[in-house]
């Protein structure tokens, strides 16, 4: 059910994607595919967030990403998390159109929260 949501959402995954240099190596033949790591972490990730029932956003959103500290660039985690939360219908999509503004940060945390508030950039 597509709702305006008052409240952020929080959601909580047990552990952060791979770093966007991992996700699409190149294989013999030159094209692109999913890694292993990759894939199961969208497996993963895609069971623990549909566990959790998030409410499908309309509208502009902000996210809130904060990671598990690693051995990572933090800039890095950004994309695969967001290509999630579109691919199971979380946000609407990852243009500037859906998300007004993305904060990263490192803190104590299992793997990987996730909080998203409504509205535009504020």
Same mark, same amino acid.
């Given at each position: 059910?597509?709702?305006?949501?008052?409240? #952020?959402?929080?959601?909580?995954?047990?552990?952060?994607? #791979?770093?966007?240099?991992?996700?699409?190596?190149?294989?013999?033949?030159?094209?692109?595919?999913?890694?292993?790591?990759? @894939?199961?972490?969208?497996?993963?990730?895609?069971?623990?967030? @549909?566990?959790?029932?998030?409410? @499908?956003?309309?509208? #502009?959103?902000?996210?809130?990403?904060?990671? %598990?500290?690693?051995?990572?660039?933090?800039?890095?985690? @950004? %994309?695969?998390?967001?290509?999630?939360?579109?691919?199971?219908?979380?946000?609407?999509?990852?243009?500037? %159109?859906?998300?007004?503004?993305?904060?990263?940060?490192?803190?104590?945390? #299992?793997?990987?929260?996730?909080?998203?508030?409504?509205?535009?950039?504020?």
């Amino acid at each position: 059910m597509i709702r305006k949501q008052t409240d #952020p959402v929080v959601i909580s995954l047990p552990k952060p994607p #791979p770093s966007a240099n991992n996700l699409f190596p190149t294989g013999r033949n030159r094209r692109r595919y999913r890694s292993s790591d990759y @894939e199961a972490w969208l497996f993963e990730a895609g069971y623990a967030l @549909e566990r959790q029932k998030p409410p @499908e956003l309309i509208g #502009p959103v902000q996210l809130d990403y904060k990671f %598990k500290r690693g051995r990572v660039d933090l800039g890095n985690l @950004e %994309k695969a998390t967001t290509d999630l939360l579109v691919k199971h219908g979380v946000i609407q999509g990852d243009s500037p %159109k859906y998300v007004g503004d993305i904060r990263l940060r490192f803190a104590d945390v #299992p793997g990987l929260e996730i909080t998203i508030t409504q509205g535009g950039d504020e």
